[in-house]
Structure formats: structure tokens, C-alpha cells
């Protein structure tokens, strides 16, 4: 069947922003054919389409003069399961945190770190989502995309995708492929990822010993509601700015004048500094302008606190990278995708 297309949508409950801009087409899109349908009528009509989730990672700055294809696909299902290792696939529109809840309920491990991460299954790849130390490279198992340019499905292996930090060759090269959906390496035995930011001490807290990957999952759970505005009650788009990996002769100039700052070594001699601490030492936390400011409780979340446009919240982000810069040194790259 032929998805309907809506015309002047407006795109407010699309986006965890809570940005209040139209589409000029709006569609869902259910399966394989419902997207290719869409895509080949777009083509004839020569309008772009703009192909988004859960709207978790998005900041809408105008009106979209195109067809918004929001994909809406849902299955999950286990391809195999041979001596301990778990191949689980789930098609593009399956929201994230349930199928996580879900592959823990099966016994799965592997994805617990990566709990309570809003959006959809096949935008995940897109910017290979991490959190607490795991990346979903680290338990990526292929994907089905759909070539937009020329129609053709094409499954991707690990390498192809060339996931880096907050980064992937679907970002990279936007508007070439539609993920279709996502599979995943899982296991039946635990191997557990506790040595980043709190997670261990709040395990501990909870007096418990030997976590399971249900523990692990609730412990960032409880974490990431202290600590993330929900976007249900303040519009937001997660971290705003990615974390910059910088030289160590950086982060030596940086120290002399700032003993405390956060740096983690990395690769090739370089260091990743905590983005949201810079923020927060050159004064803009809780900062707010109309409806457009930066988080009280975390420095590298924007949010909207209600009738902020995508612009006003852009040129606040742009006046924190000037000041980044002209303070530190350092360039903050945005991380929400900016239409
Ligand atoms: P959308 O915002 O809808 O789209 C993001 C991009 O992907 C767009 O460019 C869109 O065109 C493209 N896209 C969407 N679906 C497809 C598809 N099927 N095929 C091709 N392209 C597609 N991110 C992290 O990495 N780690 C975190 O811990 C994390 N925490 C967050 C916490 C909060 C409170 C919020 C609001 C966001 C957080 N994010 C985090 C960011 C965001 O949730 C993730 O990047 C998520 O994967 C985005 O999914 P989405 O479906 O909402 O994508
Ligand atoms: P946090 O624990 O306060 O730590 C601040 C930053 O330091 C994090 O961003 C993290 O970088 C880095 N860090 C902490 N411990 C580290 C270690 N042992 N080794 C290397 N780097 C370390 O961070 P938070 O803001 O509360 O977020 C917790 C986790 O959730 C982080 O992994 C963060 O990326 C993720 N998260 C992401 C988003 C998003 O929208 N992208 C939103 C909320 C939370 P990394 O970011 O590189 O991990």
C-alpha cells in the first residue's frame, strides 16, 4: 500500500527540540516498499526528502521545503544463535531503548550501556550513538541500506562503515543511504563495561556485586535521568557540541592556566577534553536568552524552554564556539544534524 502524503506538516512533535517548523510533504513509511514508493515519487515531482527518526538528533532551523520521510518500520528477531553469540536484527523505525530492554529480556548482553539513548534503531549507525564507553561499532553485526541514487539495497559490514568517534560514512556522505535496518552481535555471557564516569559507584551504591547486564542497564538508566533533561518536559537534542580530541601540547597550555581540566588520552598522543567542563568554566552554564539556553545541570545540552526557534538555539551555540575558541583554543564541533 502507498503511504498518504500530508502537506504543510508541522514538524513540532517530530523533533526532541520541540521546533516548531513545517514540512511542505510529511510521510510515513512502514517497509522496504512504502519507502521505495515514496523515494520514486519524490524523484518524479523532483522534490528532496529529508529522511529522519525519532528526531533525537536534529536541529530544524526553517521550514522544510521538502518530503520529511519519517520511518516508521518495526520487527526485531533473532537471526542466530550458535555457541553463545547472538545475531539480532531490527528493522530502521524500531525506537532504540526498547529494543535494548528487549535484547536484555532475551538474556542478550551487549547493549546495556546503551540504554535509555532516544531515537530509532537506523539512525543509530548514522553517527555510531555511544555512551558510557561502548559504541555500537563495538557490537555491530552488518546492515541493509537502500541506495537512494540508484534504488539498489546494499548490506554493509563493519569496515564499511567506517565508524569513528560520533561519526560514520552514512554521516559523512548525507542523503546516499536510507538504513533500512540494523543487526547486532550479541552475547549470552556478560562482559561488563563499568569503568566509565559513575556507573561502578552507582552500582555499588545499589549494593550490588556482581551485575547482571539488567543491573548495568538499570544503574545508567537511573544516572541518565538525574543527569539528561527529558526531552518530553524540555526540548533538547542531547549533547549539542562532540567532545574535541585535541594535541597534548593543547591540553598543556590549557592546564597551565586550568589545572582541573578533563582530559582523557586517546590515540596518536592526542586528548579528549570534556566539552561540557570548557563550557562550564567560561561561564555558560544555566545560561538563558528568551527561550533558547544551555542546560543548569549539564553544559553540553541546548534546550528549549519552550518557543525557542532552530536559529535562535544555532546562534547560541554559535556564540559558545567563539567563546570556546577565543578562551581555549579549541574548536567545538556540533553534533546534531542542522537543517
Ligand atoms: P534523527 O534525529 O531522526 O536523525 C538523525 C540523522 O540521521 C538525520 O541526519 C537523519 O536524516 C538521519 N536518519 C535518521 N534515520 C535514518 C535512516 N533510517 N536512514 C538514514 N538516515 C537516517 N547520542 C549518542 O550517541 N549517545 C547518547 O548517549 C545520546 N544521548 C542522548 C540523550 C538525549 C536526551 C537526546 C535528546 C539525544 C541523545 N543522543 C545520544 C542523540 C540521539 O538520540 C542519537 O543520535 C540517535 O541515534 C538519533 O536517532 P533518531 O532516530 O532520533 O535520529
Ligand atoms: P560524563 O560522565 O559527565 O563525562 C564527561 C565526558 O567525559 C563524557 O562526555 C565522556 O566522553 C568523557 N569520559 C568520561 N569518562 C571517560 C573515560 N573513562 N574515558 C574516556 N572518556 C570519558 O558524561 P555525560 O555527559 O554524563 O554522558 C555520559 C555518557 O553518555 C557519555 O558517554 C556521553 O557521550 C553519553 N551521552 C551522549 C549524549 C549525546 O547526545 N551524544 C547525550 C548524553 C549522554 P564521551 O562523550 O566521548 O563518552
Not at 538525574?226 to 597550555?253: I, T, W
Request: hydrophobic letters at 40%; a negative charge; proline letters at 4%.
Amino acid at each position: 500500500m502507498t503511504a498518504q502524503w500530508q502537506e504543510q506538516v508541522s514538524l513540532k512533535p517530530f523533533n526532541t527540540f520541540g521546533i516548531d517548523v513545517k514540512a511542505r510533504y510529511f510521510t510515513q513509511v512502514h517497509n522496504d516498499d512504502e519507502v521505495r514508493e515514496a523515494l520514486a515519487q519524490a524523484r518524479r515531482l523532483q522534490i528532496d526528502v529529508l529522511v529522519i527518526g525519532g528526531g533525537s538528533n536534529l536541529l530544524l532551523t526553517r521550514d522544510i521545503d521538502a518530503l520529511v520521510l519519517h520511518v516508521a518500520s518495526r520487527g526485531r528477531r533473532v537471526l542466530s544463535d550458535e555457541a553463545g553469540r547472538v545475531i539480532v536484527e531490527a528493522e530502521a523505525g524500531e525506537p532504540w531503548h526498547p529494543f535494548v530492554q528487549w535484547s536484555l529480556q532475551q538474556g542478550f548482553c551487549g547493549l546495556e550501556n546503551l540504554s535509555l539513548i532516544p531515537g530509532t534503531v537506523g539512525a543509530a549507525p548514522m553517527q555510531n550513538v555511544g555512551a558510557y564507553g561502548v559504541e555500537i561499532k563495538d557490537v555491530f553485526a552488518g546492515l541493509t541500506a537502500l541506495d537512494r541514487q540508484t534504488g539498489e539495497l546494499r548490506d554493509f559490514s563493519l569496515d564499511e562503515c567506517a565508524f569513528g568517534y560520533r561519526d560514520s560514512a552514512f554521516k559523512r556522505n548525507p542523503g546516499r543511504w536510507l538504513i533500512l535496518r540494523v543487526r547486532f552481535a550479541l552475547s549470552h555471557a556478560l562482559q561488563a563495561h563499568l569503568d566509565y564516569g559513575p556507573v561502578r559507584q552507582r552500582l555499588a551504591e545499589q549494593g550490588v556485586q556482581q551485575p547482571s547486564a539488567q543491573a548495568i542497564s538499570d544503574a545508567i538508566c537511573s544516572i541518565r535521568r538525574e543527569k539528561l533533561p527529558d526531552p518530553a518536559e524540555l526540548g533538547n537534542a542531547g549533547s549539542f557540541f562532540k567532545n574535541p580530541v585535541v594535541s597534548a601540547e593543547l591540553v598543556a597550555r590549557i592546564r597551565a592556566q586550568y589545572p582541573g581540566v578533563v582530559a582523557y588520552p586517546q590515540a596518536h598522543g592526542l586528548a579528549k577534553l570534556a566539552a561540557g567542563w570548557l563550557i562550564e568554566q567560561a561561564g555558560w552554564k544555566g545560561y538563558r536568552d528568551g527561550d533558547a539556553g544551555v542546560h543548569r545541570l549539564q553544559s553540553l545540552v541546548l534546550v528549549n524552554y519552550g518557543q525557542a526557534s532552530g536559529a535562535q538555539l544555532h546562534g547560541l551555540a554559535q556564540r559558545v564556539q567563539a567563546d570556546i575558541l577565543e578562551k581555549f583554543g579549541v574548536e567545538l564541533e556540533m553534533e546534531p544534524n542542522l537543517y
